[in-house]
């Protein structure tokens, strides 16, 4: 489940917003958010730091705001239930709990896991043990993904589909680094043959949806292959949260905001659902489901856990505020979205400044509408 931004960094999310036009505004919401799911995770560099701080600097020790790797023999669980494939990595943990850590899509036991800065020497002692180890193979290449040798991932993935032609995890990864390099048609034939081998590969059928979404704008893919991931395995939270924006931007926000339910219900820190659902009830058109109290509770949540830094949560709770009259609150929770972007991205979270200054909320539909009938003009 890892998505194609752990090997990239985070200014290369920049340079993807800052190059949208005012016109469209509305990829800062749900486009941004797509990149942030599958291109970019929470994760910005902080692997293996000791301490966490939330707003008011206030630090975390202990588990809470570390970063891990799994080690060999690890088992995955949502619920009670075990997972037959892996969480995204690495485990960022929001949440302990006795012997479990909660991370990103379920929970591990703390004798599961080593720290991501020992975790090259661990992988590193399991391959001297045994160099043909196919797993450990395709984990190194995941940590150095991570740190940015996007070369050598690619050959420690090499390497693990040499060791053992049936690891579906090493194929999705390789996919996942040839969708960096823009090689579409090798990525999906990287999927195709993570799910030949493992048709239960539900993060498989996870990433190759994303893929139809985001690179072919072929929603009919998509949510057959999000179908078929949640097949594949009920309690794969990512799968309803995929499935949920594609819905929300084919402006179905009652089918979205139902999978956006299951998604949070799963997996109570799922970033992305929490900010996703807030923006239909600050921001939506359906006056039905916009709810600003409700939006402020979700996107809060969202933006203590990403510690306040993140454009897109602070944009969405901002959206919050205004819908619930708190206009003061709007503008100030905006403008610290504004300080953390950069280049032109600034221009449209400016022009929302200005909204809240004059007292109205924020409604994106119309810019959505304009989005798709410049893409059906095509």
Same mark, same amino acid.
């Given at each position: 489940?890892?998505?194609?931004?752990?090997?990239?960094?985070?200014?290369?999310?920049?340079?993807?917003?800052?190059?949208?036009?005012?016109?469209?505004?509305?990829?800062?919401?749900?486009?941004?958010?797509?990149w942030?799911?599958?291109?970019?995770?929470?994760?910005s560099?902080?692997?293996?730091?000791?301490?966490?701080?939330?707003?008011s600097?206030?630090?975390?020790?202990?588990?809470?705001?570390k970063?891990?790797?799994?080690?060999?023999?690890?088992?995955?669980?949502?619920?009670?239930?075990?997972?037959?494939?892996?969480?995204?990595?690495?485990?960022?943990?929001?949440?302990?709990?006795?012997?479990?850590?909660?991370?990103?899509?379920?929970?591990?036991?703390?004798?599961d896991?080593?720290?991501?800065?020992?975790?090259?020497?661990?992988?590193? #002692?399991?391959l001297?043990?045994n160099?043909?180890?196919?797993?450990?193979?395709?984990?190194?290449?995941?940590?150095?993904?991570?740190?940015?040798?996007?070369?050598?991932?690619?050959?420690?993935?090499?390497?693990?589909?040499?060791?053992?032609?049936?690891?579906?995890e090493?194929? @999705?990864?390789?996919?996942?680094?040839?969708?960096?390099?823009?090689?579409?048609?090798?990525?999906?034939?990287?999927?195709?043959?993570?799910?030949?081998?493992?048709?239960?590969?539900? +993060?498989a059928?996870?990433?190759?949806?994303?893929?139809?979404?985001?690179?072919?704008?072929?929603?009919?893919?998509?949510?057959?292959?999000?179908?078929?991931?949640?097949?594949?395995?009920?309690?794969?939270?990512?799968?309803?949260?995929?499935?949920?924006? @594609?819905?929300?931007?084919l402006?179905r926000?009652? +089918?979205?905001?139902?999978?956006?339910?299951?998604?949070?219900?799963?997996?109570?820190?799922?970033?992305?659902?929490?900010?996703?659902?807030?923006?239909?009830?600050?921001?939506? +058109?359906?006056?039905?489901?916009? +709810?600003?109290?409700?939006?402020?509770?979700?996107a809060?949540?969202?933006?203590e856990?990403?510690?306040?830094?993140?454009?897109?949560?602070?944009?969405?709770?901002?959206?919050?505020?205004?819908?619930?009259?708190q206009?003061?609150?709007?503008?100030?929770?905006?403008?610290?979205? @504004?300080?953390?972007?950069?280049?032109?991205?600034?221009?449209?979270?400016?022009?929302?400044?200005?909204?809240?200054?004059?007292?109205?909320?924020?409604?994106?539909?119309?810019?959505?509408?304009?989005?798709?009938?410049?893409?059906?003009? #095509?």
């Open positions: 489940m890892v998505g194609v931004g752990y090997f990239i960094e985070a200014a290369g999310v920049c340079s993807c917003v800052d190059s949208l036009s005012q016109s469209d505004g509305i990829l800062l919401m749900l486009r941004f958010v797509l942030c799911m599958v291109v970019v995770p929470f994760f560099g902080s692997a293996g730091q000791c301490t966490a701080s939330d707003e600097g206030t630090k975390k020790t202990g588990w809470i705001g970063s891990f790797m799994p080690r060999e023999g690890i088992k995955y669980r949502m619920g009670e239930r075990d997972l037959a494939q892996p969480l995204p990595l690495p485990l960022d943990v929001f949440a302990e709990d006795g012997d479990w850590l909660f991370v990103s899509g379920g929970k591990v036991r703390k004798s896991v080593v720290s991501t800065n020992k975790a090259a020497a661990y992988y590193e #002692e399991l001297r043990k160099p043909k180890n196919s797993w450990a193979l395709c984990q190194r290449g995941i940590l150095v993904g991570i740190d940015g040798e996007l070369d050598q991932a690619l050959k420690d993935f090499d390497a693990a589909i040499e060791c053992d032609a049936k690891n579906a090493a194929f @999705v990864m390789r996919g996942i680094l040839h969708l960096t390099n823009e090689e579409f048609d090798r990525a999906i034939t990287e999927f195709d043959r993570a799910i030949q081998i493992r048709p239960d590969y539900a +993060d059928y996870h990433q190759r949806g994303f893929y139809y979404f985001e690179n072919l704008d072929d929603n009919e893919k998509a949510i057959a292959d999000f179908n078929a991931a949640i097949k594949a395995c009920p309690e794969f939270s990512e799968a309803y949260a995929g499935r949920g924006l @594609v819905y929300q931007y402006q926000p009652k +089918d979205a905001v139902a999978d956006y339910d299951k998604a949070i219900r799963l997996d109570p820190y799922a970033i992305d659902s929490l900010s996703n659902r807030a923006l239909i009830r600050a921001a939506g +058109d359906d006056e039905t489901l916009r +709810d600003g109290k409700l939006a402020i509770v979700d809060t949540k969202a933006c856990l990403t510690k306040y830094e993140d454009v897109e949560t602070l944009s969405v709770l901002a959206a919050a505020y205004a819908e619930d009259g206009f003061d609150q709007a503008v100030k929770t905006q403008m610290k979205a @504004v300080l953390h972007s950069s280049g032109k991205s600034k221009i449209e979270l400016l022009r929302k400044v200005g909204l809240y200054e004059q007292k109205k909320p924020y409604r994106y539909a119309e810019e959505l509408q304009e989005l798709l009938d410049s893409k059906d003009e #095509e």
